[in-house]
C-alpha cells in the first residue's frame, strides 16, 4: 500500500482514541520533533513515530486476536497478558500496514516505546522520551526529565525513567519486562565505558 500523507495518519488517530489520548499524541509528536533537532534525527519520522505510537492504546480484548492472526504477530508472554505492553507491538503493525509506514526505524520507535530495548536507535531514544516529557505529561520527576532530555542527555534521561518505571513496577508488584532491564543495562554499560575511556 502507498503511505498515507501525515495529515491522513492523523485523523486515523484520532478516528481510534479518545480525546485525551489523542492529545497526548499530538503532546509526543511536539516532542519528538523538539528532540530530533536536538539529537539530528529526521523531524518527519519522529513526527509520524509520535502521531501513531500510541494508535493501538484502546484495542478491544477480542480485537488483539484479530490483528495476531492477520498480520501474524508475536506476542511474547509478557505482552500476551498485559495491553500496556502489547499495545505498542500492535501499533508497529497498524503503522506498517494500514498507515503504509515501511521505514523500520519508525515502526521500532513505535515497537519499543514503552519498554525500550537495548541499543535503541536514536529516533527510538527520541519517541521512549518524548512519550514522557511531553507537555501533558505531570509525574514526580518529569521535569528532571525534561532538562536531561532537552539538554542533550538523553541517555541519562532514559535510565533515570527506566530507574523510575521499574522501581515503580517493583512497588506495585507487577512484572518487568525484561527488555527494560536490558535497555537500562545496555545505557548503564555504555556510560561506564565512555567514562572509562576518557
Ligand atoms: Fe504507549
Ligand atoms: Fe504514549
Redesign the pocket.
Known sequence: MIRLSNEAILEEVKNRLPEKRFK??LG?AEAAVKLSKIYGVDENSAYVAGIA??VA?YTKPHEIEDYVNKYEIYLDEYEERSLALSHSILGSYVARYEFGVFDSDIVNAIRY?TTGRADMSMLEKVVFMA?LVEEGRDFQIVDELRELAFGGKIDDAIIMALDNTIMFVIKKGQIIHPRSIEARNFLINLKKYTIQGK
Do not use: L
Request: proline share 0%; aromatic share 0%; hydrophobic share 10%.
Open positions: 497526548h499524541s509526543v505510537h500510541d492504546k516505546h512519550d
